[in-house]
């Protein structure tokens, strides 16, 4: 028998596998509660906006042909949205494959790469796995990135990357902008920037930051956007990035050409479109997380601030055994131990009655579990 532990690339012998399995029984264990909710990996469930999938089902005619026409159109309707070039967008399959290109594109073996020691894991499974040496920044009292200290740390290592996500994943907190522009002054030269802005969309435009003023005045910043989140379309797989056109020109060689399919891109555009929808569903999940986190403060948790999809609350139990207990109860929610958060879980925000049960089962399983 072969022993692939022996062949594949060295890093990859320290990164532990997803847990495919363990995740599939999760999701087919909540068909046997018929009001069940899954919380635990911040998706929409409020769904696509109107009129995307009825997008989607008129593209499928083309599906015999590559999607060069959709792809061109999808980029100049997004830089139309974000107002940019079309040449300075790159679409993919999400954020997540868009994380393996930025790291591609620039990464070598021992190269370093800095980030938060609290955000999404996957900027240093991907960074280690193409040979780099992650350094991580301890996080301040409260939760929030330490832009500064991500700066300095970066100097000292003469990083590559500098990975940022905004608002955070698992906190939910934001930057603001004056902080922001001085962190771009400090870091060291042939370091870029990527932030991932995931959840961007569910901040109103005034709280935006606006980096695609950074990509056009030639700043060294990537920026991540993705329709998984806020449009509802994670089953798609659809993201794209904001950059230098001369470097979406690299990003387009290290992926295959039109590397998207034609119906993520028609939901896509879509989704775009349906803006004043897209302002209806902000204002509905800004209710409905204000009555998550007041719902957590009455069943004795302590949530934090978020900005996002997702409230990340102390709960002052084990949250592994708490977690444990609320999927007996149909609700899937993440223990944050895995993260370095123990005591602490996290859910996304969902339609206000799916809320309600929430808080409600939380409080019993607390109960139980302290008891």
Known sequence: MTDWN????????????????????????????EDGAKLNWNENLFGPLPGVLDAVTAELADAWLYPVAPYDTFRAEVAAHVGTEPGCIFPGHGTQALIGTVASTFLQPGDAVVLPELTFYLYAGVSAARGADVHRVPMRDDLSLDLPELAVRARDVEARLVWVCDPNNPTGLTLDREAWEVFLDNVPDRCVVVADEAYIDYLPSERRLGRERDVAAGRPVVVLRTFSKFYGLAGLRLGYAIADAALVDRFGVIEEPFNVNLAALAAGRASLRASEAAGRRREEITDARALLAEGL???????????ANFVLARVGVDDVALADELARDGILVRACSELGLPGHIRMAVGPKPVMERTTAALARASAVIGS
């Open 297 to 307: 403060q009455q069943a004795g948790a302590e949530p934090y601030p978020s900005q």
């Open 6 to 33: 022996t062949i594949v690339a060295p890093a990859l012998r320290e990164l532990p596998p997803f847990p495919v399995a363990e995740t599939i029984a999760e999701v087919q264990g909540l068909a046997t509660h």
